[in-house]
């Protein structure tokens, strides 16, 4: 049995902090998509950590942590994140096991990305840079190179062929920049990635499922950066979605049960890309100062604006949730009013469907007003506690989404989450 924790908005929802609370119910934890791209913050003894590609379950004794093949991997990024986890006193011998189909983020997909972006000047994406489109390209192009590949004699061969490929295409880009120091870098972690256990993810996740296993697949990015779903071109370049789940990790779909969404109770963006509820004045300066929402990847400052409904009905529909958990209720504690978009004004025409170009359309959001709880809620750890004008929030959200919340997170720490009960 598969349960997935994915983001419904367009991304940092609180992935990280939530699957890292869920994972003691769990046996496995996999990651199904993205790469490096993403940043996911937990808390252990105190201390932040960020994880970009090994699965939040990592700090959990007796889970096993897999990196699906539906990630594109950087060995580099690999590297220093599992000397931060070991630090911990992690064993990564026993917990992480990746996928041999998982695709190599190379130097050079990074020089591209940087290359690919530079040259798009205005209408650029806002990509992390990481490498994450072009390495989908080529995987999708049937050129890449995957984990299992290392283990060949010839990979070298075969990395200078993708190599000379990649050249032509900097070069046409006018791309100059020196890539020796990354390649070399690159290559000396291959030899810390080879020891690590390379596994066959298809057979390894479905022997856990026939022996009664339970899986939490993680999502990565949120679903309005979903290559088919999100607001495209503003996007990632994978399915960040519930389907993404079945080919990130070869399972079956009758095996999901449910699909927990998680949404900020309130909304942010980074990177470039129609953001209809982004407030370009001082209540979203407010939210970002507040909500500390800078980005935990790149640290870039993220746009922030209201929940906006339209927008989680569409990710609810497409992923087919079952649960949901609202974070960041907290940092609303001081706003004496709160705005939650309901409708979009496209042309003077309203509408709760997200139109096919966002960009093109420019949606108006009309929002319906709530009173703020304007009291500190960030140690409350019950239900019945929270402020009634929460609920009110709540419950309205709820009854729109056709959908409940079950969890409000309340603080960025493990313990800081209500049950609705
Ligand atoms: P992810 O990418 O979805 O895992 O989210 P990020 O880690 O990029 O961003 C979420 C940020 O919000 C992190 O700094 C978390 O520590 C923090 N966070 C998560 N849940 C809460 C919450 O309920 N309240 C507050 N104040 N911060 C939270
Ligand atoms: P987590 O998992 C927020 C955004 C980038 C850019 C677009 C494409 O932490 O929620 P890419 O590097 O994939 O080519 O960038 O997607 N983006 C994210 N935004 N959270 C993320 O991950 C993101 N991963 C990518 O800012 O706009
Ligand atoms: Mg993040």
Same mark, same amino acid.
């Given at each position: 049995?598969?349960?997935?924790?994915?983001?419904?908005?367009?991304?940092?929802?609180?992935?990280?902090?939530?699957?890292?609370?869920?994972?003691?119910?769990?046996?496995?934890?996999?990651?199904?998509?993205?790469?490096?791209?993403?940043?996911?913050?937990?808390?252990?003894?105190?201390?932040?950590?960020?994880?970009?590609?090994?699965?939040?379950?990592?700090?959990?004794?007796?889970?096993?942590?897999?990196?699906?093949?539906?990630?594109?991997?950087?060995?580099?990024?690999?590297?220093?994140?599992?000397?931060?986890?070991?630090?911990?006193?992690?064993?990564?011998?026993?917990?992480?096991?990746?996928?041999?189909?998982?695709?190599?983020?190379?130097?050079?997909?990074?020089?591209?990305?940087?290359?690919?972006?530079?040259?798009? &000047?205005?209408? !650029?994406?806002?990509? *992390?840079?990481? $490498?994450? +489109? =072009?390495?989908?390209?080529?995987?999708?192009?049937?050129? /890449?190179?995957?984990?299992?590949?290392?283990?060949?004699?010839?990979?070298?061969?075969?990395?200078?062929?993708?190599?000379?490929?990649?050249?032509?295409?900097?070069?046409?880009?006018?791309?100059?920049?020196?890539?020796?120091?990354?390649?070399?870098?690159?290559?000396?972690?291959?030899?810390?990635?080879?020891?690590?256990?390379?596994?066959?993810?298809?057979?390894?996740?479905?022997?856990?499922?026939?022996?009664?296993?339970?899986?939490?697949?993680?999502?990565?990015?949120?679903?309005?950066?979903?290559?088919?779903?999100?607001?495209?071109?503003?996007?990632?370049?994978?399915?960040?979605?519930?389907?993404?789940?079945?080919?990130?990790?070869?399972?079956?779909?009758?095996?999901?049960?449910?699909?927990? &969404?998680?949404? !900020?109770?309130?909304? *942010?963006?980074? $990177?470039? +890309? =129609?953001?209809?509820?982004?407030?370009?004045?001082?209540? /979203?300066?407010?939210?970002?100062?507040?909500?500390?929402?800078?980005?935990?990847?790149?640290?870039?400052?993220?746009?922030?604006?209201?929940?906006?409904?339209?927008?989680?009905?569409?990710?609810?529909?497409?992923?087919?949730?079952?649960?949901?958990?609202?974070?960041?209720?907290?940092?609303?504690?001081?706003?004496?009013?709160?705005?939650?978009?309901?409708?979009?004004?496209?042309?003077?025409?309203?509408?709760?469907?997200?139109?096919?170009?966002?960009?093109?359309?420019?949606?108006?959001?009309?929002?319906?007003?709530?009173?703020?709880?304007?009291?500190?809620?960030?140690?409350?750890?019950?239900?019945?506690?929270?402020?009634?004008?929460?609920?009110?929030?709540?419950?309205?959200?709820?009854?729109?989404?056709?959908?409940?919340?079950?969890?409000?997170?309340? $603080?960025? +720490?493990?313990?800081?989450?209500?049950?609705?009960?």
């Amino acid at each position: 049995m598969v349960d997935v924790i994915l983001g419904l908005q367009w991304g940092d929802e609180g992935k990280g902090k939530i699957v890292d609370f869920f994972a003691k119910d769990y046996a496995v934890v996999a990651r199904f998509q993205g790469g490096p791209n993403a940043g996911h913050t937990l808390y252990v003894k105190d201390k932040k950590v960020v994880l970009h590609q090994i699965p939040s379950g990592i700090f959990h004794e007796g889970i096993t942590n897999l990196i699906g093949n539906g990630v594109v991997l950087d060995p580099v990024t690999l590297k220093k994140e599992c000397d931060t986890v070991a630090s911990f006193g992690v064993d990564l011998k026993k917990n992480l096991f990746i996928a041999q189909r998982t695709h190599l983020i190379l130097p050079t997909h990074r020089a591209l990305d940087k290359a690919a972006e530079l040259s798009k &000047g205005n209408e !650029k994406i806002g990509s *992390t840079l990481k $490498g994450i +489109g =072009p390495t989908y390209m080529d995987k999708t192009g049937r050129n /890449g190179l995957r984990v299992g590949d290392l283990l060949d004699k010839d990979f070298k061969n075969s990395y200078n062929k993708l190599r000379s490929k990649h050249q032509q295409l900097l070069d046409n880009y006018n791309f100059e920049e020196d890539i020796t120091a990354w390649e070399n870098e690159f290559f000396e972690t291959l030899e810390f990635l080879k020891e690590l256990n390379i596994v066959n993810g298809e057979y390894f996740i479905n022997e856990k499922i026939r022996s009664g296993k339970k899986i939490l697949a993680e999502g990565a990015q949120g679903s309005m950066l979903d290559i088919d779903f999100g607001t495209f071109p503003f996007v990632t370049s994978s399915n960040t979605t519930s389907a993404g789940v079945c080919s990130g990790l070869g399972i079956a779909p009758q095996l999901i049960k449910d699909v927990i &969404g998680i949404t !900020k109770a309130y909304c *942010t963006r980074v $990177g470039s +890309g =129609p953001f209809p509820t982004e407030l370009e004045n001082e209540t /979203g300066e407010e939210l970002r100062k507040l909500g500390n929402e800078f980005g935990a990847t790149t640290g870039r400052p993220r746009r922030c604006g209201w929940i906006d409904l339209v927008a989680l009905n569409f990710a609810c529909m497409i992923n087919g949730v079952t649960k949901i958990v609202m974070t960041k209720a907290d940092v609303l504690d001081t706003f004496k009013e709160l705005e939650v978009c309901t409708e979009y004004d496209v042309n003077g025409n309203k509408s709760r469907e997200i139109p096919f170009q966002m960009e093109r359309s420019k949606p108006i959001p009309v929002y319906k007003n709530f009173s703020g709880w304007n009291s500190d809620s960030s140690a409350i750890n019950s239900y019945a506690d929270l402020p009634e004008t929460m609920k009110d929030y709540i419950n309205f959200i709820n009854n729109y989404l056709g959908v409940n919340i079950n969890y409000i997170s309340n $603080g960025p +720490g493990r313990e800081q989450i209500v049950e609705v009960k």
